[in-house]
């Protein structure tokens, strides 16, 4: 038996940047895989941090997405001093294309309501990203917004979290937990890990916990297919995105384009029909883009809840069970904020209690 004073159940972005915060804080965590760490959702990511272009309204949640935007910078500098990765943050913003008048107003007003939104009309545009249709009335650009490379991000919350101490164990899947005591029993492949206190940062693959756990299962899945190719000059040089389709720029030459939506799907694999939709949707953005290498493509499951929005939480019966999971398409851009609301739970602390009402499990409970 091997004893830990946490078990993380899943090893995705959202579980790695706990174990990170919790070892900061001296608290040696075991992080329970069933596959390769960040295999899942979190390597399709395309490592948008889009505050703004995820959220229409100014609610809660929207609040909860900026907050962990703006911890980024400082994140990525201490991960990169700490494990010497860099996790290719990028901060040029965004633009959200208007082919229409009616796009275009509604932009323009969001605008002159906001201070991380600016118009630019066609011809601005064009100036800063020649390789746009001309097809477009204008675009907002949302200067806040920006990117990071998901592998980077989640190989560096892992290796800083083993830095300070965290067990990671790849090809473990947690196929029961059971309470012994004052503690838990993980049952797995490797035998029982006895933790005093268990996180379910699994994704998707949660609800089995739910249920295992006496709970409603409130996640579901959300197939998104995305396609890489390989730029010989650079198209744009920052994120564009029109209604579902996103293309964002990386550093090492390559260019995301993505993403579908095909909800209650639980196919992994990318489809005909799929790749085709984001080819057309790419080439009426950047019609060069067709000139461009595949690489590659595929598809992956994001963890979707009953409301959309994530579930982070104490068990309301079981001390010392855990949730963070749920984030739908943004585990990328949550995950530094997720990390530091969940180690504040575990040491009952209260930094962002404002929070936790939003995303607490209770809400299961009054879910139509």
Known sequence: MMNYEVGIIGGGIIGNSIAYQLGKEGIRAAVLE??????????????????HSENKKRDIFYEFCRESRDLFPNVSKDLYEITGIHVQLVQEGMYQLAFTESEAMELKSLADREKEFVW?????????EP?????????????GDGQVEPKALCQAFSKGARAFGADFYEQTPVYEVNKTGTSY???TPLGIFNCEKVIV???VWSGKFFEQLGLRNPMKPVKGECFAIRMDKPLVTKTI??????IVPKLNGRCI??????????????????ISSLMNNAQQLVPSISNQSILEAWSSLRPQTFDGWPIIGEHPEWEGVFFA???????????????????????????????????????LRTAV
């Not at 069933?34 to 505050?51: D, F, H, P, V, W």
């Not at 390789?131 to 200067?143: P, R, Y």
């Open 120 to 128: 630019h009309d066609q011809k601005e545009v064009l100036k800063q």
């Open 257 to 274: 384009i993505g993403a579908t939506s095909v909800v209650d799907s639980w196919h992994q694999e990318p489809t005909v029909q799929g």
């Open 185 to 187: 029993a993980l049952k």
């Open 131 to 143: 390789n746009l249709t001309d097809d477009i009335i204008g675009a907002l650009w949302i200067k």
């Open 325 to 363: 999971t749920g984030h739908y398409r943004n585990g990328i851009l949550l995950s530094p904020i997720t990390g530091i609301v969940v180690k504040d739970l575990v040491l009952k602390q209260n930094q962002f209690s404002r929070y936790l009402g939003a995303f607490s499990i209770n809400r």
């Open 34 to 51: 069933s596959e390769q760490l960040g295999s899942k959702a979190t390597s399709a990511a395309a490592g948008m941090l889009g505050a």
């Open 201 to 203: 940062a699994n994704g």
């Open 241 to 246: 995105f029109h209604e579902h389709c996103y």
